[in-house]
T-cell receptor, first 112, second 114 residues
Framework: DAGVTQSPTHLIKTRGQQVTLRCSPK?????VSWYQQALGQGPQFIFQ???????QRGNFPDRFSGHQFPNYSSELNVNALLLGDSALYLC???????????FGPGTRLTVL | DQQVKQNSPSLSVQEGRISILNCDYT??????FLWYKKYPAEGPTFLIS?????DKNEDGRFTVFLNKSAKHLSLHIVPSQPGDSAVYFC?????????????FGQGTELSVKP
């Protein structure tokens, strides 16, 4: 039973560029959430997707956008990258009836 | 505002003894609480959860206690093992239209010494 997978593992970008991160949910899960974890902090909720729509959003600017595909996989896009966007980006999946979210290994984004 | 707080950044425990990790919250709408364990360079791993209708949930060596009146939860690990050394995060979510959004504490780094 495959868990949550994310790609790429690491990414280095420069300020002003755009980035796309990808996530495949755990088998049987249809809901995907994205979190940003800065060094020394707990993960912070970015948004959640269900049935290909953004269902909830945290306090992140519009530069952060996402998408969910019919197979439940998801993408996180960040435009106009800032140095402060450097962080570990985590994807978590759950089924719509479940409260427990299962996390992938994360993508480490470095913005120079 | 920090709705979920873990006031101890680190904890050191001897192997075989009990580890107690604490977490406080401020939002009375939270109705589901979780503990995650995180190793460096890995994503958080789900450990145990508790609904607000309970005050205790046990799974093997891990027990979570919830005190709603104090808005406090704790994770007990007995007996502690060196492999338990990791960063532990508590998280909370509210039902209704806030369901699914997890609010995390800042984490407590547990070190279990042989």
């Amino acid at each position: 039973d495959a868990g949550v997978t994310q790609s790429p593992t690491h990414l280095i970008k420069t300020r002003g560029q755009q980035v796309t991160l990808r996530c495949s949910p755990k088998s049987g899960h249809d809901t995907v959430s994205w979190y940003q974890q800065a060094l020394g902090q707990g993960p912070q909720f970015i948004f959640q997707y269900y049935e290909e729509e953004e269902r909830q959003r945290g306090n992140f600017p519009d530069r952060f956008s996402g998408h969910q595909f019919p197979n439940y996989s998801s993408e996180l896009n960040v435009n106009a990258l800032l140095l402060g966007d450097s962080a570990l980006y985590l994807c978590a999946s759950s089924d719509d009836l479940g409260d427990t979210q299962y996390f992938g290994p994360g993508t480490r984004l470095t913005v120079l | 505002d920090q709705q979920v707080k873990q006031n101890s950044p680190s904890l050191s425990v001897q192997e075989g003894r009990i580890s107690i990790l604490n977490c406080d919250y401020t939002n009375s709408m939270f109705d589901y609480f979780l503990w995650y364990k995180k190793y460096p360079a890995e994503g958080p791993t789900f450990l145990i959860s508790i609904s607000s209708i309970k005050d205790k949930n046990e799974d093997g060596r891990f027990t979570v206690f919830l005190n709603k009146s104090a808005k406090h939860l704790s994770l007990h690990i007995v007996p502690s093992q060196p492999g338990d050394s990791a960063v532990y995060f508590c998280a909370a979510s509210a039902g209704g239209n806030q369901g699914g959004k997890l609010i995390f504490g800042q984490g407590t780094e547990l070190s279990v010494k042989p």
